[in-house]
């Protein structure tokens, strides 16, 4: 810290550098300046775009079959869709990881395993989605899972809310998992002894003291895990099978009959009313697009803002 | 905080008893992931069998292929199995490692310029910038594409003569290699300026201090000592970008042309103009197949292949991370 402010402080103009050196750092401006410019022509573009076509009967309106766009209603479904997905895959992934992670820090015996659990994670965060979808159809279309999606005659459809949610958990788990490791690594040493110098246990210690204080870091990766649950689009094409309106199953109990059917989520809105998607409804697609970019841009901004408050504030050693 | 006192957590939530827990649920996870490993290969293994090594060769039109082992599935006569994908291999080999190759070179000069040279309100923007382009949706990114990008290329990119040129072969409409790297190079490039990033940061200020007292320029005190002792960032960095690359379905799905067409770098430059499409959207445009047998055997056996080289390059990269721990710099 102290040696960038310094160096900060005096700043070497580069008038004396060699021609090369300064050529490099004007491409160093350059594509700085490139990055920020399709940041901001992305925001822009969607902006104008998602104004200009969305209208708010297309978020209380389901989709209907028809050729133009205006025949063919809105994209509530999609939308509550992501969010009946959001709230399913973050209520499995975020206790699961916040387990695995003090498992990691506080446990981790034996070394082996421990080794073995952070290579899992490490793994499973570099899988491509796509192959987690495939093994989700082979895992929900077993017939011992069968009460979790549409079952006809002993055949398991295997495409339904549970089924996609289960599968996305497994994509936010690693963010879970890093951030939550990172904020049980950064309480020093003295603070678990503290505790247990009085008598608590180490799963005590944990519940109440340790999760408490590393709920900033927590919540950070929660937020980025629902970001990439809500932005995730093969696992929802192919696990949740592909149509435009809830399917509800017959003869299920109020939630049950939706979650165990098929749906839809804004990013397979997107994909299928994209000109290279089924329905091709151009408009229609730039304003759940602007939706969606809109979801995850909150979500980022969230996560920036606990981030930043949970470094102001938590600091163990002062 | 009296009550905090009171031995509230009995034999119910003794440690021993918590840690068996959460033991059985990180083997649990472990688990799944062997499990998911030996289902994918196992459920691809009729295609590897009755392919060979000649499933990553080259011969014949994989369109045609793939039609033809779909249909058998629908028909009910003998299954079909012939599937040279190397189309597709090639496909994923040229929008993977162009992406990356470019993504690499801009994201080194990002980081260097966030972490040494950018002025403080700069680096203050260009951070939240990095992390947004990281997280938005790839499916918003080939939305852009398919409506923005494509047609651009499409129509003042590919000269006429170019589009006569090849008319026999394949129409160049736009969608092509070029817009498929364009769109995964801004994809990938944040995932690796942030890792970068990291890096660059966690070099000794001692070293770069030595380097300056010697009367070393700022920039190439960066560029030989940082850089140089960030290597093991950038190497996790790239290979983590590979590995994200390497799984794009969705966006590449969108972009890439769905052509099982090999372009021919010999052609000259053609061949960015020219349609593809790689191994990850080749499951996700032929989804409906699942339910066949030889249709589901051959998405398998791709997506076996893309989950042995993701997890590859991904274990490879934590690898170096870790080796970057060693040398104390991260």
Same mark, same amino acid.
């Given at each position: 810290m102290?040696?960038?402010?310094?160096?900060k402080?005096?700043?070497?103009?580069?008038?004396?550098?060699s021609?090369v050196d300064?050529i490099?750092?004007?491409?160093?401006?350059?594509?700085?300046?490139?990055?920020?410019?399709?940041?901001?022509a992305?925001?822009v573009?969607?902006?104008v775009?998602?104004?200009?076509f969305?209208?708010?009967?297309?978020?209380v309106?389901?989709?209907?079959?028809g050729?133009t766009?205006s025949?063919?209603?809105?994209?509530?479904?999609?939308?509550i869709?992501?969010?009946i997905?959001a709230v399913m895959?973050i209520? #499995?992934? &975020? %206790?699961?990881?916040v387990a695995i992670?003090?498992?990691?820090?506080?446990y $981790?015996?034996p070394? !082996?395993?421990?080794?073995?659990?952070e290579?899992?994670i490490?793994?499973?965060?570099?899988i491509p989605?796509i192959?987690l979808a495939?093994?989700?159809?082979?895992?929900?279309?077993s017939?011992?899972?069968?009460?979790?999606?549409?079952e006809t005659?002993?055949v398991v459809?295997g495409?339904?809310f549970?089924?996609a949610s289960?599968?996305l958990?497994?994509?936010?788990?690693?963010?879970i998992?890093a951030?939550t490791?990172?904020?049980?690594?950064s309480?020093p040493?003295h603070v678990?002894?503290a505790s247990?110098?009085?008598g608590?246990t180490k799963a005590a210690?944990?519940r109440? #003291?340790? &999760? %408490?204080?590393?709920r900033?870091q927590?919540a950070?990766?929660?937020m980025? $895990?629902?970001?990439? !649950?809500?932005?995730?689009?093969?696992i929802?094409?192919?696990?949740l099978?592909?149509?435009?309106?809830f399917?509800?199953?017959?003869g299920a109990p109020?939630?049950?009959?939706?979650?165990?059917?098929?749906g839809?989520?804004?990013t397979n809105?997107v994909?299928?009313a994209s000109?290279t998607g089924?329905?091709?409804?151009?408009?229609?697609?730039?304003a759940?697009?602007?939706?969606?970019?809109l979801m995850?841009?909150?979500?980022?901004?969230a996560?920036?803002?606990?981030?930043?408050?949970?470094r102001?504030?938590?600091?163990?050693?002062? | 905080?009296?009550?905090?006192?009171?031995?509230?957590?009995?034999p119910?939530?003794?440690?021993?008893?918590?840690?068996?827990?959460?033991g059985a649920l990180?083997?649990f996870?472990?688990?799944?992931?062997?499990a998911?490993i030996?289902?994918?290969?196992?459920?691809g293994?009729?295609s590897f069998?009755h392919?060979?090594?000649?499933?990553?060769?080259?011969?014949?039109?994989?369109?045609?292929?793939?039609n033809?082992?779909f249909l058998?599935?629908?028909?009910g006569a003998?299954?079909?199995?012939t599937?040279?994908?190397?189309?597709?291999?090639?496909?994923?080999?040229?929008i993977t490692?162009?992406a990356?190759?470019?993504?690499l070179?801009?994201?080194l000069?990002?980081?260097?310029?966030i972490?040494?040279?950018a002025?403080d309100?700069?680096?203050?923007?260009?951070?939240?910038?990095?992390?947004f382009l990281?997280?938005?949706p790839?499916?918003i990114?080939g939305?852009?594409?398919?409506l923005?990008?494509v047609?651009?290329?499409?129509?003042?990119?590919?000269?006429?003569?170019?589009?006569?040129?090849?008319?026999g072969?394949?129409?160049?409409t736009?969608?092509?290699?070029l817009a498929?790297v364009?769109?995964?190079?801004i994809?990938?490039?944040?995932?690796?300026?942030?890792?970068?990033?990291?890096?660059?940061?966690?070099?000794?200020?001692?070293?770069?201090e030595?380097s300056?007292?010697?009367g070393v320029?700022?920039?190439?005190?960066?560029?030989?000592?940082?850089?140089r002792?960030?290597?093991?960032?950038?190497?996790?960095?790239?290979?983590?970008?590979?590995?994200?690359?390497?799984g794009?379905?969705v966006?590449?799905?969108?972009?890439?042309g769905?052509?099982?067409?090999a372009?021919?770098p010999a052609?000259g430059?053609?061949?960015?103009y020219?349609p593809?499409?790689p191994?990850?959207?080749?499951?996700?445009?032929n989804i409906?197949?699942?339910?066949?047998?030889?249709?589901s055997?051959?998405?398998f056996?791709i997506?076996?292949?893309?989950l042995?080289?993701?997890a590859?390059f991904?274990?490879?990269g934590?690898?170096?991370?870790?080796?970057?721990?060693?040398?104390?710099?991260?």
């Open positions: 102290e040696a960038a402010t310094v160096k402080g005096a700043v070497e103009g580069s008038a004396t550098w021609l300064r490099g750092l004007a491409i160093c401006w350059a594509l700085g300046l490139l990055f920020c410019a399709i940041a901001v992305i925001v573009y969607l902006f775009q998602g104004i200009k969305l209208k708010p009967s297309m978020l309106t389901p989709a209907a079959s050729f766009e025949e063919s209603g809105g994209f509530s479904d999609a939308l869709g992501t969010l997905v895959g209520s #499995i992934a &975020l %206790p699961a990881g992670a003090v498992w990691l820090v506080e $981790g015996r070394a !082996i395993l421990a080794r073995i659990t290579s899992t490490e793994a499973i965060a570099g989605s192959v495939l093994f989700g159809t082979v895992i929900f279309s017939t011992a899972v069968g009460f979790l999606s549409r005659e002993g459809f495409r339904s549970f089924a289960a599968m958990s497994l994509v936010a788990l690693p963010l998992v951030s490791r990172e904020g049980l690594n309480i040493r678990r002894e247990y110098a009085v608590k210690t944990t109440r #003291i340790l &999760l %408490p204080s590393c900033p927590v950070t990766g929660m980025l $895990g629902l970001g990439r !649950i809500v932005g995730d689009t093969a929802i094409v192919v696990l099978g592909a149509t435009q309106n399917a509800p199953v017959e109020f939630p049950l009959n939706y979650l165990r059917g098929a839809t989520t804004l809105f994909y299928e000109p089924n329905l091709n409804q151009p408009q229609k697609a730039y759940a697009a602007f939706v969606l970019l995850v841009l909150v979500l980022n901004g996560a920036d803002v606990v981030h930043r408050r949970a102001k504030v938590g600091t163990w050693s002062s | 905080m009296e009550e905090e006192l009171t031995p509230e957590y009995g119910k939530w003794s440690d021993q008893r918590v840690e068996r827990m959460l990180v083997c996870v472990v688990g799944l992931l062997l998911m030996i289902v994918v290969f196992i459920k293994w009729p069998a392919n060979g090594l000649s499933w990553f060769g080259p011969g014949g039109d994989v369109d045609d292929q793939l033809a082992i058998s599935g629908q028909s003998e299954y079909v199995y599937f040279h994908a190397w189309p597709l291999i090639w496909s994923t080999l040229l490692g162009g990356v190759l470019i993504a070179f801009s994201a000069f990002v980081a260097v310029f972490v040494e040279f002025p309100w700069m680096s203050n923007i260009l951070q939240p910038v990095v992390r990281a997280s938005v790839s499916v990114y939305l852009l594409g398919v923005v990008l047609p651009f290329i499409g129509n003042n990119l590919i000269s006429e003569p170019q589009k006569a040129s090849v008319a072969v394949i129409s160049l736009g969608y092509s290699l498929a364009t769109v995964l190079t994809m990938i490039a944040p995932l690796m300026v942030s890792i970068f990033s990291d890096g660059l940061r966690s070099v000794k200020p001692g070293w770069l030595g300056l007292a010697l320029n700022r920039w190439r005190t960066t560029w030989k000592i940082a850089v002792s960030a290597r093991p960032a950038i190497v996790a960095g790239t290979v983590l970008a590979v590995a994200r690359a390497i794009e379905s966006m590449l799905a969108m972009l890439s769905s052509v099982g067409f372009p021919n052609d430059l053609i061949f960015i020219e593809s499409r191994l990850a959207p080749t499951i996700i445009k409906d197949q699942l339910s066949s047998p030889p249709g055997a051959t998405l056996s997506a076996a292949v893309l042995f080289s993701a590859t991904s274990l490879a934590s690898v170096a991370r870790r080796a970057m721990r060693k040398y104390g710099a991260a």
